[in-house]
């Protein structure tokens, strides 16, 4: 059993009858009373996020997790369908269970989080950054530069982000997939 000490980003929990992983956590020691660790949780099983606050020393129930690799075939209407690399076994993950997933394409590999005891997917981490091709992109304004000027593209998970203005369709970009952002022109 851990304590509030062991409170670290992606920590996998139970807590209320459910697996949750923290997304984020913060120990305050104010000047006057006691020590806490406010947290924002983020349920595995249907994405809900919750705060909560634990005082300190309070006592949590860690789930031991294993991580694999897993390529990305493809989704249908409830989820996605993986491949392990290793042993070319199947498992399929409810599409609640992974954030930002509009930046996922076929073949592309996926950290997935599996509890230890049964090896339940928990969760999938994208990696955090993607290459994708522009298809199409709004026209830029000219005279438009003085600023960072962006406009709306659509990559080819039909995923839409704001780039540049010299961005064209035929580009390949880079993501960060935590937030959707451009990052960079890839040349080829």
Known sequence: MATTADIRKGLCIEFSNDIYKVIEFLHVKPGKGPAFVRTKLKSVTNGKVVDNTFSAGH??????VITRKFQYLYDDDNGFHFMNNDDFSQIYINKEMIENAQFMKAGEEV???L????????????????????IEADPG????????????AIIETGARVMVPLFIEPGDKIKINTEDGSYIERVKE
């Open 111 to 113: 950290t997935i989080i």
């Open 141 to 152: 304004v000219k005279g438009n530069t003085a600023t960072n000027a962006l406009k709306n």
């Open 59 to 64: 006592k949590i129930e860690e789930v031991k």
């Open 115 to 134: 509890k230890e005891s049964d090896e339940t997917p928990l969760s999938a981490e994208l990696p955090l950054t993607v290459y994708m091709e522009v």
